[in-house]
């Protein structure tokens, strides 16, 4: 399973996801700024907030199964499982934020730029977090 090539393919790997979830910001922060400043600049509702708690949450249990799969001489099957969950919750996070800019925006074709760059760091989230386990099982 361990090849000499896996750290060198795994730091790459999370290297360009992380520049890629990176560029997804700044196309996120510029959908943002195009919108017109009748819906830009209306203040928000707390029901119309985005609410990242949940997605945060999941990212420290995930990494706590993987630290606690370690101790017990578990790591591979930890790391496993903690991908698996990052991956997932990177896709929930993904259309959690595409259905926030929905109940604002309400008009697809003012959404396209922003659904665009969130499905950009989607793509980035998945290559991140494979690099990254590519990279822990490493020999």
């Keep these: 399973m361990n090849a000499p090539w896996m750290h060198p393919l795994g730091l790459a790997m999370a290297?360009?996801?992380?520049?890629g979830i990176l560029v997804g910001q700044v196309q996120?922060?510029?959908?943002?700024a195009a919108l017109p400043p009748t819906i830009r600049d209306k203040p928000l509702t707390p029901e119309q907030r985005l609410k990242s708690?949940?997605?945060v949450a999941v990212i420290v249990v995930a990494v706590?199964?993987?630290l606690g799969a370690r101790e017990l001489g578990l790591g591979q099957l930890g790391l496993y499982?903690?991908?698996?969950?990052?991956?997932v919750n990177s896709g929930f996070a993904a259309r959690q934020?595409?259905?926030?800019?929905?109940?604002?925006?309400?008009d697809p074709a003012l959404e396209h730029p922003y659904r665009r760059a969130?499905?950009?760091?989607?793509?980035?989230?998945?290559v991140t977090w494979t690099g990254c386990a590519i990279w822990l099982l490493r020999p």
């Design 81 to 87: 499982v903690c991908v698996a969950m990052l991956v």
């Design 28 to 32: 996120i922060a510029r959908a943002l």
């Design 53 to 55: 708690g949940p997605v």
């Design 118 to 126: 969130v499905r950009l760091q989607l793509y980035a989230a998945w």
């Design 64 to 66: 706590a199964i993987y």
């Design 97 to 106: 934020r595409a259905d926030w800019l929905h109940r604002i925006v309400g």
């Design 15 to 19: 290297a360009i996801g992380a520049v």
